[in-house]
């Protein structure tokens, strides 16, 4: 089933953000994930959303977006992006 991973960005520190940011796609791409949406400027409709980015990625399948989560290589990037930016994320499965 094809799930979505939906992504709040604050960026706190643009320095180890970009270095994240110039990793991410290698590392992303090796795990069958697709980019729909990077908005630095998202239209807030209702609510409180505070965040400078957002980012909505679509996965073939909860254990793909898993994996790309916690592998080793994306942990070594997300030390990056941690140290620049502050994050919600949420994983929502698609309808079938």
Known sequence: ??????TQVTITNPEPYE???????????QFDG???SAD????????DWKANRSVLME????????????????????????AGASLNSILVKGLE
Not at 19 to 29: A, E, G, I, L, T
Request: avoid cysteine.
């Open 59 to 82: 996965f073939p399948s909860k254990k793909s977006a898993l994996a790309w989560m916690t592998s080793d290589a994306y942990q070594e990037i997300a030390k990056d992006r941690d």
């Open 34 to 36: 697709k980019i729909l």
């Open 19 to 29: 270095r994240y940011s110039s990793k991410f796609m290698d590392v992303f791409s």
């Open 1 to 6: 089933m094809t799930v979505y991973v939906i």
């Open 40 to 47: 630095f400027n998202p239209t807030v409709l209702m609510g």
